[in-house]
Each structure stands twice: as structure tokens, then as C-alpha cells.
């Protein structure tokens, strides 16, 4: 798997490319330059160019027109640089005529968030998760890898040894794919007999988009140590806690971050993990305030979502950062459409709020406001779910509440 993950020795210097399409406008394809841009920074490149095109799709032979392409390529070599990132997923032809064209390393966002997960990843589940994945992306590109035994390859009856290591790495990877998957089912046996035994305690999951602050936020409620850190997934494996709220014990999860254009086969990989939030009762969901893209962002977690899980969960969303919150108040004048950045966070409130009802709350998890009232909040909502699967244990609450 070498030939996928960027080097650890030393920081690559590298140029990011994205398209403005009809289906994501200018603004839209410049936020997610810049969350390639934190993808990059976290897998351990340095982002120095960013490169636009307009097109009305992507290129079938090399991802941008030709006269786009020349002035990467200009780029490349007057400053030197050993790495192009695209923002979308490159086929095989794709990756092989751009690499012909640059004659640096070519990596699609797919590719970049596999890296990234490859050097999360912690424990066994994770690991082999991530393998599967990583497989999964490789195995529809096996061709460009053997480009240079191309000319070896005879006609009918006369087959070249290009073609011949082909089907043999085709087959190596499908067998080990295979082990991989039985590997999983293997783990998964041994995890469901762990959630069996926890009993029918109520199950809180955090869920929500890649660092919006959900691990901080499970340390600052459960006063345990999980990894939290200002880089995207800095959190891959499940980690379950149990907490007590006044007389209340419940089991609370931390699952890892969802982003937009989440390759399927990290979706399909890590279903397993995410059998915490097929399993839960009630959905913490964190969201990031400060970002101004912010519900965009809760778009692509109910949709990640509902592909997990159909059933309907009760949700309780947790606006975080709002320490970070910024807004640029309009002009008198100024009869240009609002847009995020002129709205106020109190705006914000409210407008959820009516959505919303109870079930919404503003924090800063690093400054730990409002914390207490998120507990008192989830008190309330697992009492209730625990009371509709125990009855008879609603006198108990009450005697306790009186007290």
C-alpha cells in the first residue's frame, strides 16, 4: 500500500486543483479547496497553489482542459513542486495521462482521505477498515500501475506479461480483500456480544461533521482522555463511556467525522464502526457555528446518516465554537442578498430554536459554556427514553426529583 500514502519523512510541497461546475458554483468550490487544503495539511503536505476551471463537467481524459493542465505544469516545475491534489475522485486514465502530462505524484481527495485514515487508524478494527478501503480504490486502477509493460502485450493467443501480472495482482487483492472481510465479520461478532452485554442501558452517540469539537466534547461530559486534536479525524475508533448524570447512567459514544464527498469505500468499510449509531437511542449531533458553511455541513451528516440508518432517532444538536463566532453586520445601504456572514449569532438562535424547540443548545466545549446546560438538557431526554423502556421506574425519578 506504499504507493498510496504520502511520505512521512519529509513535508511534500504541493498544488491543489478544483472545478467550478454548474452543480458547485465559485463559493462553493472554493470552500472545498480550502477543506483540501486542511485534508493536505493534516496527511503532512504543504498547500501552495490553488488552481480553478470552469467547466460544465470534468474532463473524461484529464480532469481540466489542456490549456489548464500547461499552466500547472508551468507552475510545477518553476517552483519545484512534487504532488498535485485533485478535489474529486480520478479515474485510472485520469490519473495516468495527468501523470504523463506533470511528471509529479497524482492523488485524488479519495485517495488523500485514505492516507489520512491509514495514519489514524489505531487499533485492529480500524486498521483492517481502513485496508479494505484502501484495496477497494486500488483494485479499478491496477492498469495504470503496469503501463509500462503495455507494449509487451501480444494479439489473440500471444497475451504479454503486463497483462498476465494484471489478473495476478487482480487476483492477490481480491483474496486478500476477502480475508479482510471475513477479518471484519470476525471483529463485528465480538463487538455485538460487547453492546449485548452492556444491558438496555439508554445509548447516546456524538455525531457530526469532521472536527467540530465532538471528542473534546466527550472528554469535557464523560471526564475521559479521548484523542482530540485540530486536524480532520483526528478520532477513527468508537470510544464508549459510560456516564452518570444525577442518578442517571447512560452510555455515551464518540464516533468518527463525517465530510463531504466521503469515498464509498470508507462508508461501506467502516459500517461496522458506525453500528453505535444504528444502535443508539438519541443522536448528539455536533455542529461547528463558526464555520461559515456550516449547514451545508449539517446536510452532509443527516445524509451520511440516513444511509447508516433509516429508522428516525431523536436528535438534540449541539451548536459548538460559539467563542469562535464571527459576523460582518450589513450597511444600511447595503442592498446586496445576506448571506451567512451578516447574520448574528442571536439570529442564529432563534431561527434554530424555532426549529428546533428544546431540543437545541449553544456551547463553546473549549471555553465549557452553557456545559452544564447540555447536561441538565441530556438528563431530560434520556430520562425520558429510559422511563418509556422502564415504567416502573418513573416513581423512582420522581421521589429523586423531589429531593
Known amino acids: 500500500m506504499k504507493d498510496f500514502i504520502l511520505s512521512e519523512a519529509q513535508t511534500e510541497k504541493a498544488v491543489l486543483v478544483g472545478l467550478i461546475t454548474p452543480e458547485q458554483n465559485e463559493q462553493k468550490a472554493k470552500e472545498y479547496l480550502d477543506e483540501l487544503a486542511f485534508l493536505a495539511d493534516t496527511a503532512g503536505a504543504e498547500p ?17 482542459g489542456s490549456g489548464k493542465l500547461r499552466e500547472i505544469k508551468e507552475y510545477v516545475i518553476e517552483h519545484e513542486i512534487g504532488l498535485a491534489i485533485f478535489d474529486d475522485e480520478l479515474s485510472a486514465k485520469q490519473i495516468r495521462n495527468i501523470e504523463n502530462e506533470l511528471q509529479v505524484k497524482i492523488v485524488d481527495r479519495t485517495n488523500l482521505i485514505l492516507d489520512i485514515f491509514a495514519r489514524r487508524a489505531q487499533t485492529a478494527h480500524a486498521k483492517t477498515q481502513v485496508e479494505l478501503a484502501q484495496y477497494k480504490y486500488m483494485l479499478p486502477r491496477l492498469t495504470r500501475l503496469w503501463t509500462h509493460l503495455e507494449r509487451q502485450r501480444g494479439g489473440i493467443g500471444m497475451r504479454g506479461p503486463g497483462e498476465t501480472q494484471i489478473e495476478t495482482d487482480r487476483r492477490i487483492i481480491l483474496d486478500k480483500m476477502s480475508k479482510l472481510k471475513q477479518d471484519l ?34 472528554n469535557l461530559l464523560s471526564k475521559s482522555e479521548v484523542f482530540a486534536e485540530n486536524k480532520l479525524f483526528a478520532t477513527l475508533d468508537t470510544t464508549v463511556r459510560k456516564m ?20 464509498t469505500e470508507l462508508i461501506e468499510s467502516f459500517k461496522s464502526t458506525l453500528d453505535e449509531v444504528r444502535e ?122 423531589e429531593e
Open 48 to 64: 501552495v497553489k490553488k488552481f480553478f476551471q470552469r467547466l460544465d463537467y470534468p474532463h473524461p481524459v484529464t480532469f481540466v
Open 185 to 218: 465479520a470476525d471483529i463485528d461478532k465480538q463487538k455485538s456480544l460487547q453492546r449485548k452485554n452492556r444491558g438496555k442501558m439508554v445509548r447516546v452517540a456524538l455525531v457530526g461533521y469532521t472536527n467540530v469539537g465532538k471528542s473534546t466534547l466527550m
Open 244 to 263: 452518570i448524570i444525577e442518578n442517571l447512567p447512560f452510555l455515551l459514544s464518540d464516533t468518527v467525522g463525517f465530510i463531504r464527498k466521503l469515498p
Open 280 to 401: 443508539a437511542d438519541l443522536l448528539l449531533h455536533v455542529v461547528d457555528i463558526s464555520h461559515p458553511g456550516f449547514e451545508e455541513q449539517i446536510e452532509v451528516v443527516n445524509k451520511t446518516l440516513s444511509e447508516i440508518d433509516k429508522s428516525e432517532k431523536p436528535v438534540i444538536m449541539v451548536f459548538n465554537k460559539i467563542d469562535a463566532f464571527t459576523f460582518i453586520p450589513k450597511e444600511e445601504d447595503d442592498l446586496t442578498p445576506r448571506t451567512r456572514e451578516n447574520t448574528g449569532l442571536d439570529e442564529l438562535k432563534r431561527t434554530w430554536m424555532s426549529k428546533m424547540g428544546d431540543n437545541c443548545i449553544f456551547i463553546s466545549a473549549r471555553n465549557r459554556t452553557n456545559i452544564e446546560a447540555l447536561k441538565i438538557l441530556l438528563y431530560e431526554r434520556v430520562k425520558e427514553i429510559h422511563i418509556a423502556r422502564f415504567p416502573y421506574n418513573d416513581f423512582l425519578f420522581q421521589q429523586y426529583d
